[in-house]
């Protein structure tokens, strides 16, 4: 019974002690993530494999359709990419005018790490995966997890080779890692929310602090603002559902329904935001 | 079998939780149908091995988990499988129950485990959903994908940890007739 009871001190020590901010792991954590991850690599890429050959089995039926939605999104993607070039030499041009410094101009560059999925975690309140690039290859915490669809999540933890995701359905005020804020805006419109919240009973993301007059609307596409510097900017989050009051009356709460797919993920892109005070260092 | 064969395996069942089984539920379900083999595997011990055995498998795979899928905090699968082993074990050590009671016990500590996971969740005020919903959302649901399992294992596994076991619950039933 004393035994159980200094447990159960011990556990609430651990709980409390993980909860707050962690800046690095230790090195026994380093060490078990990566030599289990490790094997669970040989069993998930396989597995998942496997399981799209039957999915893709499945869906036979659906080609016709999919490829006719192709072509018209492939004549739309040559439309906009002789836009985007025209674009991509004013912007281009009105820099260089404007005497813009280097690191100011690199500021958007992003570098895309493509990563595997190695594992999922079974468990329903914390929905992390694991990828299999760490440290080494430059990841650091923080970093933003995409995939062509849209924002997955955030690197929540970093080990040598592999490191921890933590979905943006987890984003939640109250835990440590989960209170991060994701400043967002509208695609084509002037407007301003952060995301910062995720209601798993309805499956929808909430964006907290949008002004009286923002002209939000529903059904806008929500996009990372790139606002603060630390998130990659115009990275799609998902549609509006649907816009509220929010809890004071003096801003809205919006609902948006995430576009990328959360689960069943095989390949995910980390996002490399330039950083800032090493290209000031270079000049 | 000697224990160290019954811990890798267990180990495997754990790798198995996070790649493969993943891959096998239906898309929808993936965070309904939440696999617990490895838990069930300590409750197996704690049937037929003893409390004691079950705490410690208990608390180092539920570590193991914590470790490797860290999101928000440290401690928590540990607690709550070492826990229910322990209790499972009180209840029914080397009593050898027949297997529809072994199989309900199952179920129950399923029930339990996933009961004190939400209950930690909602005390560091991680989870905010009502234990209704936690319970018709994703608890019932996994409660029967860990009954099929522990069905299915349930002969071969029983085996494993009475060769592990042996020379203890011998003793222990000389001791019981004695």
């Known amino acids: 019974m004393f035994l159980m009871l200094i447990g159960l001190i011990l556990f609430v020590a651990i709980m409390g002690f993980s909860l707050s901010d962690r800046k690095n792991l230790s090195w026994p954590e380093k060490f078990i993530n990566d030599s289990v991850a490790l094997l669970q690599s040989w069993l998930y890429k396989p597995a998942g494999y496997m399981a799209g050959l039957f999915e893709d089995i499945r869906t036979m039926r659906h080609l016709y359709e999919e490829n006719e939605q192709l072509r018209t999104t492939v004549a739309r993607y040559a439309r906009d990419r002789s836009t985007y070039n025209y674009l991509k030499e004013d912007n281009d041009y009105y820099k260089s005018v404007l005497q813009f410094t280097e690191a100011q101009k690199n500021q958007n560059n992003y570098e895309y790490l493509i990563a595997q999925v190695i594992a999922a975690n079974p468990d329903a309140y914390n929905k992390t995966f694991k990828i299999n690039r760490g440290s080494k290859n430059g990841i650091q915490k923080d970093m933003a997890v995409i995939t062509i669809d849209g924002l997955v999540g955030l690197v929540s933890e970093v080990s040598p080779i592999t490191s921890t995701v933590m979905p943006i359905t987890e984003l939640n005020a109250q835990s440590s890692f989960g209170s991060k804020k994701i400043s967002a805006t509208v695609s084509g419109k002037d407007s301003f929310g952060i995301v910062e919240s995720y209601n798993s009973e309805t499956g929808q993301l909430m964006m907290s602090k949008i002004a009286e007059d923002d002209p939000l609307q529903e059904g806008d596409m929500v996009i990372t603002s790139g606002l603060g510097s630390v998130f990659p900017r115009g990275i799609e989050i998902g549609k509006v559902k649907s816009k509220q009051v929010g809890d004071f009356g003096l801003t809205y709460t919006a609902y948006i329904e995430p576009s990328a797919k959360l689960d069943k993920l095989r390949e995910v892109l980390v996002v490399k935001v330039p950083d800032p005070e090493a290209e000031g260092q270079k000049e | ?178």
Not at chain 2, 4 to 16: A, C, D, E, S
Not at chain 2, 35 to 63: C, D, E, I, K, N
């Open chain 2, 1 to 178: 079998m000697k224990l160290h064969w019954i811990i890798l395996i267990m180990f495997f069942l754990f790798l198995l939780e996070g790649t493969i089984v993943t891959w096998l539920i239906p898309t929808g379900w993936t965070h309904r149908l939440i696999p617990h083999f490895v838990f069930v595997f300590v409750l197996f011990a704690a049937m037929y091995a003893g409390r004691h055995v079950a705490l410690f498998l208990g608390l180092a795979f539920g570590m193991l988990q914590d470790i490797v899928f860290y999101g928000h905090i440290i401690g928590i699968h540990s607690f709550s499988m070492g826990l229910c082993g322990y209790l499972a074990g009180l209840l029914l050590e080397y009593r050898r129950p027949p297997m529809l009671t072994a199989i309900s016990v199952i179920g129950m500590g399923c029930l339990l485990l996933d009961t004190v996971v939400f209950m930690v969740y909602t005390v560091f005020q991680i989870n905010k959903q009502p234990y209704v919903w936690a319970l018709t959302h994703h608890i019932l649901p996994s409660l029967f994908l860990q009954l099929i399992f522990a069905l299915i294992l349930y002969i071969p596994a029983r085996r494993w940890f009475e060769g592990a076991f042996r020379k203890n619950s011998k003793e222990e039933n000389e001791q019981a007739q004695l």
